[in-house]
């Protein structure tokens, strides 16, 4: 059973930084699609960044251009680079992951269930 735990989360102004990690017993990257979730308060969970076994990568309108995705293999770790933070990105954050092949829109994998998930870690933004 493959297993993922994220880490770096806490707080930030507006306009600051945060890099979020998700360290995971997964060795075969390449057979998972792995992604990054938050839920706020009294909002539905919503996915924020996404990437494929190979590389191919989805972000939410409403992160894109600010927050990046990326794997760093040799650790087995994701990450989230979250840059010019705004207190609408205060949420609790999950890393997840799930089997997953080729798709032919990287967003569709929105529409799959994730069943890797992580415990979470807060993010708050102040103004």
């Known amino acids: 059973q493959a297993r993922v735990a994220e880490s770096g989360g806490g707080s930030a102004q507006a306009g600051g930084s945060l890099r979020l990690s998700c360290r995971s017993s997964?060795?075969?990257?390449?057979?998972?699609?792995m992604a990054w979730f938050r839920q706020a308060p009294g909002k539905e969970r919503e996915g924020v960044a996404g990437?494929?076994?190979?590389?191919?990568?989805t972000y939410a309108d409403s992160v894109q251009g600010r927050f990046t995705i990326s794997k760093d293999y040799a650790n087995l770790t994701l990450h989230l680079q979250m840059n010019e933070l705004n207190p609408d990105d205060t949420a609790t954050y999950f890393c997840?992951?799930?089997?997953?092949?080729?798709?032919?829109?990287?967003?569709?994998?929105?529409?799959?269930?994730?069943?890797?998930w992580g415990q979470g870690t807060q993010v708050t933004v102040s103004s």
């Open positions: 997964i060795v075969t990257y390449s057979d998972y699609w």
């Open positions: 997840a992951a799930r089997k997953g092949g080729t798709l032919a829109r990287t967003s569709n994998m929105w529409n799959y269930e994730f069943n890797v």
């Open positions: 990437i494929t076994g190979h590389d191919a990568i």
